[in-house]
């Protein structure tokens, strides 16, 4: 679906240069945009590089069990369907141990391996369990105590202070967090009744 709306946005672009007579405007913006993206890649990279080895070295070293540990007060009440040191609880405190840090890009191969867990765990059916809904609420509205990605974006175009950001991110981020595990919560107690 997203394909279509990308392809909608170019194809609309497109005419509207075309219409207008602004060709050369358009083609400027798009070799702009590609060499930006480069630059924000290549940026990027390095610290991504980083943090995904750090994860997987704190996987094989064993944080992760320890990590494990620390979240499961938490996560065993979040998910209750869930039982102790699963698999799943594991991928879950990882996925969000690197939200914690700011590493949204890093926390993604952690969120697919959770959500492949508790899909597994759901009998891969076609509606999500309360716990699938549950984790993506988290993982999207996840607390970040160090915006690293955010920094580096910020440093990148020229703030002084690019970590000057980081409590308003981190109220922010409390708020969505919390209201989004009340409304998820509500509801799953809500479809539980019917």
Known sequence: MLNYVWAALMLISFFSALATGRMQALS???????????????????????????????QQGGTTALLSRLFDP??????????????????????????LLGLGNAATPLGIAAMKELDRANGH??????????????????VQL?????????????????????PAVWVASGITLVAGILTAKLLEKKTRRV
């Open 125 to 142: 059916r076609e509606s999500p369990s309360n716990g699938m809904v549950l984790f993506v609420v988290l993982n999207t509205a996840s």
């Open 146 to 166: 160090i915006p690293a990605t955010l920094g580096i974006l910020r440093k990148q175009y020229g703030a002084q202070n690019p970590f000057a950001i980081m």
């Open 28 to 58: 400027d913006a798009v070799l702009s945009g590609a060499q930006d993206a480069v630059i924000l890649c290549a940026s990027m990279l390095g610290m991504m590089c980083l943090w995904t080895g750090l994860m997987n070295i704190a």
């Open 74 to 99: 938490l996560l065993r009440r979040l998910f209750p369907d869930y039982s102790r040191g699963s698999k799943a609880l594991q991928c879950i405190s990882m996925s969000i141990t690197a939200n």
